[in-house]
């Protein structure tokens, strides 16, 4: 069994690059597990934390004790040449785990099978069943679930869900996140923890962002207030100051008491400036300290073009279609049949290798020259945008402002301004594509469909949430429902599907 009295304790980390950029700093907790969930906006260095708790990435500054080994299980990892019973031939005497902890993961997962054979899902959970054996302290899971099917999603979230050892999940899925104990945030702000679940957290997130924006807007309107009263007051003295001015040059008046009014009018004005400005610059201060307190949401200002399509009007129709990769039996069981018409939303679902990709591809005429393809596909002649995983409508070579300016609708300076929405601010829109994050690719893409001269009435996403944090997810959801176009999504996010409006699934078998 694995040591259940994991201590953690972290002190002021900061991690720093040789360029002097900060990642983040004064990070400061103790662990306050067994199963916490790491969130926060894309960028904030969530991966790069867990890596200073296993060890792989020293902390610029700062202190970190830790009682037992934590182990990392990246998001991807290269497969050996080797069956599953020999990956996992330690795993049948570990110490460190039992049975009952790593059997619900193999579950229809043949030992004789090469790891080379193994669908993405199934190699997720024989990678996880791995890390077993050597995690005797923390174990750190990162995006466990991205491209699973719902099936092994369905295994890793009973994982967690019946794991009772230390656990860290740095994850989106709002279902799994949803069987943890408490969420970690990580933020501009540092590191805040939040006793519960998902659920709990979206729950006092929401509150406390409610808060935040009262807080800055009190401290505006104060500021605002004492910035009118400092020059009502100057203009009130002025008034009085030629009104004096303006009596003397009537006369009658000796010229020492003159003298005499003119200097206390000054020094009256002298003290409004001093006492007013001081007030000025306390609000000031006090406005830009809430400001700085604020936690920075990483969220995507979508603004979906206005672009419909006629209910009725066909977008796509296959009759009796059957794929066949060389050397394999026909992808599918019987053909299909499907058919897409007016502003409706569906989607594709099925396991991993089922073909949902291989669909898409037909519907665009993207089929390559390897596959047989019988049976009648018709599509209406109407703009379309496609999304996929690899990003491939972006030219991986050319920066930000590069691909999105080519087929925008706005000249250069006003699609830099729409680029800020996506969040590129500054010279990031100069930055090649190519060493963007995937979260950063995915924003170049979806802002390179949005800002398009023609704008999409037909639109395709494949697996559009892997790399959106949870506050551009909610973002992306809300703009999709208002999308009036129509919607082809392949997703096994149910939540998103959901939230979404997806009116069918078509289950794809293979």
Same mark, same amino acid.
């Given at each position: @069994?694995?040591?259940?009295?994991?201590?953690?304790?972290?002190?002021?980390?900061?991690?720093?690059?040789?360029?002097?950029?900060?990642?983040?700093?004064?990070?400061?907790?103790?662990?306050?597990? !067994?199963?916490?969930?790491?969130?926060?906006?894309?960028?904030? /260095?969530?991966?790069?934390?867990?890596?200073? =708790?296993? /060890?792989?990435?020293?902390?610029?500054?700062?202190?970190?004790?830790?009682?037992?080994?934590?182990?990392?299980?990246?998001?991807?990892?290269?497969?050996?040449?080797?069956?599953?019973?020999?990956? =996992?031939?330690?795993?049948?005497?570990?110490?460190?785990?039992?049975?009952?902890?790593?059997? !619900?993961?193999?579950?229809?997962?043949?030992?004789?099978?090469?790891?080379?054979?193994?669908?993405?899902?199934?190699?997720?959970?024989?990678?996880?069943?791995?890390?077993?054996?050597?995690?005797?302290?923390?174990?750190?899971?990162?995006?466990?679930?991205?491209?699973?099917?719902?099936?092994?999603?369905?295994? *890793?979230?009973?994982?967690?869900? #019946?794991?009772?050892?230390?656990?860290?999940?740095?994850?989106?899925?709002?279902?799994? +996140?949803?069987? *943890?104990?408490?969420?970690?945030?990580?933020?501009?702000?540092?590191?805040?923890?939040?006793?519960?679940?998902?659920?709990?957290?979206?729950?006092?997130?929401?509150?406390?962002?409610?808060?935040?924006?009262?807080?800055?807007?009190?401290?505006?309107?104060?500021?605002?207030?004492?910035?009118?009263?400092?020059?009502?007051? +100057?203009? @009130?003295?002025?008034?009085?100051?030629?009104?004096?001015?303006?009596?003397?040059?009537?006369? /009658?008046?000796?010229?020492?008491?003159?003298? /005499?009014?003119?200097?206390?009018?000054?020094?009256?004005?002298?003290?409004?400036?001093?006492? &007013?400005?001081?007030?000025? &610059?306390?609000? *000031?201060?006090?406005?830009?300290? $809430? =400001?700085?307190?604020?936690?920075?949401?990483?969220?995507?200002?979508?603004?979906?073009?206005?672009?419909?399509? !006629?209910?009725?009007?066909?977008?796509?129709?296959?009759?009796?279609?059957?794929?066949?990769?060389?050397?394999?039996?026909?992808?599918?069981?019987?053909?299909?049949?499907?058919? @897409?018409?007016?502003?409706?939303?569906?989607?594709?679902?099925?396991?991993?290798?089922?073909?949902?990709?291989?669909?898409?591809?037909?519907?665009?005429?993207?089929? !390559?020259?390897?596959?047989?393809?019988?049976?009648?596909?018709?599509?209406?002649? $109407?703009?379309?945008?496609?999304?996929?995983?690899?990003?491939?409508?972006?030219? @991986? &070579?050319?920066?930000?402002?590069?691909?999105?300016?080519?087929?925008?609708?706005?000249?250069?300076?006003?699609?830099?301004?729409?680029?800020?929405?996506?969040?590129?601010?500054?010279?990031?829109?100069?930055?090649?594509?190519?060493?963007? #994050?995937?979260?950063?690719?995915?924003?170049?893409?979806?802002?390179?469909?949005?800002?398009?001269?023609?704008?999409?009435?037909?639109?395709?996403?494949?697996?559009?949430?892997?790399? +959106?944090? =949870?506050?551009?997810?909610?973002?992306?959801?809300?703009?999709?429902?208002?999308?009036?176009?129509?919607?082809?999504? *392949?997703?096994?996010?149910?939540?998103?599907?959901?939230?979404?409006?997806?009116?069918?699934?078509?289950?794809?078998?293979?």
């Amino acid at each position: @069994m694995q040591n259940t009295y994991f201590q953690a304790t972290g002190k002021s980390l900061t991690l720093e690059f040789p360029r002097g950029d900060i990642l983040f700093s004064n990070i400061s907790f103790t662990w306050n597990g !067994p199963r916490c969930g790491l969130v926060g906006p894309n960028g904030v /260095g969530k991966s790069t934390f867990a890596k200073i =708790l296993a /060890g792989k990435v020293e902390a610029t500054s700062g202190e970190l004790k830790i009682s037992h080994e934590v182990f990392y299980l990246s998001q991807s990892e290269e497969r050996p040449a080797l069956s599953v019973a020999e990956y =996992l031939i330690e795993l049948w005497e570990s110490p460190a785990t039992t049975p009952a902890q790593w059997g !619900p993961l193999l579950e229809s997962i043949s030992l004789e099978a090469s790891l080379q054979s193994l669908s993405g899902g199934e190699w997720t959970r024989v990678r996880i069943a791995h890390a077993l054996i050597y995690s005797h302290g923390l174990l750190i899971l990162d995006e466990p679930t991205n491209n699973l099917d719902v099936e092994a999603r369905r295994h *890793v979230t009973e994982f967690i869900k #019946s794991y009772q050892s230390p656990l860290l999940v740095i994850s989106h899925d709002r279902d799994l +996140l949803n069987h *943890v104990d408490c969420i970690w945030e990580l933020s501009n702000q540092g590191l805040t923890s939040y006793g519960g679940n998902y659920s709990f957290y979206k729950e006092h997130k929401e509150n406390e962002i409610a808060l935040q924006e009262q807080a800055i807007d009190r401290t505006r309107r104060e500021k605002k207030k004492i910035e009118r009263e400092y020059h009502e007051k +100057l203009e @009130m003295q002025e008034k009085r100051m030629r009104a004096g001015a303006r009596k003397a040059e009537k006369g /009658g008046i000796p010229k020492i008491l003159l003298g /005499g009014r003119k200097r206390r009018a000054q020094e009256t004005q002298g003290r409004i400036h001093s006492n &007013e400005e001081k007030r000025v &610059e306390k609000s *000031v201060a006090e406005f830009n300290e $809430i =400001l700085s307190q604020a936690k920075i949401s990483s969220v995507l200002g979508l603004e979906l073009p206005q672009t419909s399509v !006629p209910e009725g009007k066909l977008v796509f129709e296959v009759e009796e279609l059957q794929i066949t990769y060389p050397g394999r039996d026909p992808l599918w069981p019987e053909p299909l049949h499907f058919s @897409m018409k007016g502003p409706r939303r569906k989607a594709l679902a099925g396991k991993n290798g089922a073909g949902k990709s291989s669909f898409i591809k037909v519907l665009l005429n993207k089929v !390559p020259a390897s596959l047989v393809v019988d049976g009648k596909v018709h599509r209406a002649d $109407i703009p379309w945008a496609y999304l996929d995983q690899e990003y491939s409508l972006l030219d @991986m &070579e050319k920066t930000v402002l590069e691909n999105v300016f080519d087929t925008s609708a706005y000249d250069i300076v006003e699609t830099r301004n729409r680029l800020a929405r996506f969040q590129f601010f500054g010279d990031k829109v100069l930055q090649p594509v190519k060493t963007l #994050s995937g979260g950063e690719k995915l924003k170049t893409a979806l802002a390179k469909i949005f800002l398009a001269a023609t704008p999409p009435q037909f639109l395709i996403l494949d697996e559009p949430t892997n790399n +959106l944090d =949870l506050q551009s997810l909610e973002i992306l959801e809300e703009a999709l429902s208002a999308f009036e176009g129509a919607l082809l999504v *392949v997703s096994h996010d149910e939540v998103f599907l959901e939230n979404i409006g997806i009116e069918e699934v078509c289950l794809l078998q293979s």
